[in-house]
């Protein structure tokens, strides 16, 4: 009961934070301020009453439409809200459910806690690139750049957290050793875009992969350790060649077919997706992956 309470509570928790989210993914590209003015329709400028802005359930009632003018209220509202309400709440049931064991001591609760608080950040951090490169072709440093910062203390606590629940005597790393191997990560995560990038431009001649999608890259790999972020990019890649084909097929059979084959991709986007999905099943897929291929 406590453990459906707790998570109920993140999933609210990540409600409220999606909506705010929307705020700042509709308020950044336009280099407007998300603390004012008020939540309002952003073609009439009806300001918000306060029903009108409760997440999920105000689009619901209104039916996708504002209540001033009638302008459609894009289905990516609720989407947000909806996908780090549940990420939220999936990265609270781990962690409520060790809260309830008794015999689970201090070192592992702040195991549990720093994974949790960790997989919230990492999560609303992908949505919110994610849907920024869909809609605008931009991954921003100012998201970037602290992402992989904090990866990389996260990365640090989090293998010193495991650390202290084992006997001492067993163990040659300290956190010396767990900072250069994040650092490496996010070198080696962010320079395999880089070079990928550089060999793109020798055949083609034109930018095919943006600077962010390196750094996005290198954020993957602080959050999630260099296989972690391989798998993100394998699965992105394959998501985004399996929409391209869509795009191809569908096209084919349009009078513009040609504007169509050309329509640029988000490559981010697709990145992001493979990210989460990285971050909650990365193991089990890395594990199968390996008795898959006989190597475990
Ligand atoms: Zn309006």
């Known amino acids: 009961m406590l453990r459906i309470l707790g ?8 409600l409220a ?35 009108e802005n409760v997440p999920l359930a105000s689009w619901l009632a ?3 439409r504002c209540r001033g003018c009638g302008a459609r209220i894009g289905w990516r509202y609720p989407l947000v809200e909806l996908a780090v309400g549940t990420l939220w ?20 609760v702040y195991a549990g806690l720093t994974a949790m608080l960790g997989g919230m950040i990492l999560y609303w951090l992908l949505v919110a690139l994610a849907v920024l490169d869909a809609e605008q072709f931009w991954l921003p440093d100012r998201l970037t750049w602290p992402g992989i910062a904090l990866g990389f203390v996260y990365s640090v606590l989090a293998s010193w957290l495991s650390r202290q629940s084992l006997p001492s005597s067993s163990l040659h790393a300290t956190s010396a050793h767990a900072a250069v191997a994040s650092l490496v990560a996010i070198a080696a995560a962010g320079g395999l875009i880089l070079f990928i990038r550089w060999v793109y431009w ?3 001649r034109h930018e095919g992969i943006g600077l962010g999608d390196a750094k996005l890259m290198a954020l993957l ?3 999630l350790g260099f296989s972690g972020a391989l798998v993100a990019f394998g699965l992105g890649v394959f998501l985004g060649a399996l929409v391209a084909l869509g795009i191809l097929a569908f096209s084919s059979a349009r009078k513009d077919a040609k504007e169509w084959a050309l329509t640029k991709l988000p490559l981010g ?28």
Not at 280 to 296: C, D, F, M, S, V
């Open 7 to 14: 998570t109920g509570f993140a999933a609210l928790a990540g």
């Open 62 to 64: 209104l039916r996708g």
């Open 89 to 108: 709440a999936a990265c609270a049931w781990p962690f409520t459910g060790q809260l309830l064991q008794p015999s689970a001591s201090a070192v592992e």
């Open 221 to 223: 790999a602080a959050w």
């Open 202 to 204: 020798l055949i083609r």
């Open 17 to 51: 934070f999606g909506s705010f989210l929307n705020v700042c993914l509709s308020r950044w590209p336009a280099g407007e301020s998300v603390v004012a003015p008020r939540s309002h329709c952003r073609s009439c400028g009806h300001t918000l009453a306060w029903w």
């Open 269 to 296: 986007t697709f990145l992001c997706v493979g990210g989460i999905v990285s971050g909650l099943w990365g193991k089990p897929i890395i594990a199968a992956y390996l008795r898959w291929t006989g190597l475990h």
